[in-house]
């Protein structure tokens, strides 16, 4: 990136990427993928197929520009600026290694869906469950998208800052930020509900006889999308007379059509888990609601004040250097951060004993939101400071 200053009011922040993402291979070619349409099993670097059983990015969606101005009118007379930039940039979400291709039978012993109350094979004989001699019975199969592709992030500002006096500064701004190709688990084998009624899926309807012997598909899709807006307001104080300070607040929203693979596990939401897959793959727009980190209000401040005590201050000018080591640098610190941020988090109701691919359910079964209240912070109390 290079600025660029066009005149003496102007100038321009410039810069260009290009990043291709390569997709993953297996060193041997020992993954295999499902044909969306036909269901049909496809090889690594057989009959055609790509190393990756799925397609690289290259091309104009690798190109990520950057563009930054800051601009400041003669007619401001100087105590005014305007600022704006705008950037694209890409990142390809690894999912964890557990939903790789490599992992899909027959190259890996299969991974079957089953609750077991005691022992019924012996360590060495490797994992249980599957019919013998048939790789894909009762196994969990991992499906890509053939489409799947880095994420794209769009993000713009634009603030404008001015001096209301010689040490005081006003800044207000937004902040923009558009994800889409967001990496997302799809439940592939889920069915449809047609006037009450469970019919197949529109997923591999060429080979419904596989599909059926399978426990369980799990899919990856760059399906994903999100958006943030925030609001920008900062006071700032620069150093005079011993004393510093600024003052920030943000209103933000941000709000997703899903919570990815990591999602909200752990007590990041102090509640309930939500599921990361589609309620409804066929309408996953169904799902766009606040994200479940999002915070609406983010208050924060600090503020600084050297004593005028020492050497060269108004007070103990001539103090000698013991005295001066003592006292002559305290300064009290003074900071806090309030957040109020109300959580929408969506949770499928418990629905035990629903069959494969039927997790498109009744209305009594749908996912169920909720609001908390996370992260209320007040100021700690201002403590004295004497570190030099």
Not at 269 to 294: I, K, M, R, V, W
Request: net charge neutral.
């Amino acid at each position: 990136m290079d600025d660029w200053r066009i005149t003496p009011t102007l100038t321009l922040n410039l810069g260009l990427r290009y990043e291709a993402t390569t997709p993953w291979v297996e060193l041997n070619n020992r993954q295999d993928n499902l044909d969306l349409v036909t269901g049909q099993i496809k090889f690594a670097g057989v009959d055609g197929n790509s190393r990756a059983l799925y397609d690289a990015e290259y091309g104009l969606p690798a190109v990520q520009p950057r563009v930054g101005f800051a601009w400041s009118p003669a007619a401001w007379q100087g105590r005014t600026v305007l600022r704006g930039a705008y950037t694209i940039s890409s990142y390809l979400e690894g999912t964890g290694t557990n939903l790789r291709l490599a992992r899909n039978p027959p190259f890996t012993p299969t991974e079957v869906t089953a609750l077991y109350t005691k022992p019924t094979v012996t360590t060495e004989s490797g994992p249980g469950g599957a019919v013998a001699g048939d790789p894909y019975k009762g196994a969990i199969f991992y499906v890509w998208d053939k489409k799947v592709q880095p994420e794209m992030n769009q993000q713009w500002n634009l603030t404008v800052q001015g001096q209301a006096t010689p040490t005081t500064t006003f800044q207000l701004g937004y902040v923009g930020e558009h994800g889409t190709h967001l990496i997302v688990p799809t439940p592939y084998a889920q069915k449809t509900l047609t006037n009450g009624v469970v019919t197949p899926g529109l997923y591999f309807q060429g080979n419904p006889a596989l599909v059926a012997e399978l426990s369980n598909v799990s899919g990856t899709s760059s399906t994903g999308f999100a958006t943030y807006h925030a609001l920008q307001a900062v006071l700032q104080k620069r150093i005079s007379n011993g004393l510093e300070g600024q003052v920030a607040y943000t209103w933000s929203h941000c709000m997703t059509n899903n919570s990815g693979y990591y999602g909200s596990w752990g007590s990041a939401t102090q509640a309930t888990p939500g599921s990361p897959y589609y309620q409804n793959l066929y309408d996953p727009h169904a799902d766009y609601a606040s994200c479940y980190f999002d915070s609406k209000n983010i208050l924060a401040a600090y503020a600084t004040y050297d004593l005028p005590i020492g050497k060269g201050k108004a007070i103990g000018n001539n103090m000698n250097s013991v005295v001066n080591s003592v006292v002559g640098v305290g300064r009290f610190p003074a900071s806090f951060l309030f957040t109020v941020a109300f959580l929408w988090q969506c949770t499928r109701q418990q629905t035990p004993q629903i069959p494969m691919g039927a997790d498109h359910v009744p209305i009594a079964h749908r996912r169920r939101c909720r609001y908390s209240a996370v992260n209320l912070r007040p100021a700690p109390e201002p403590s004295r400071d004497f570190s030099t």
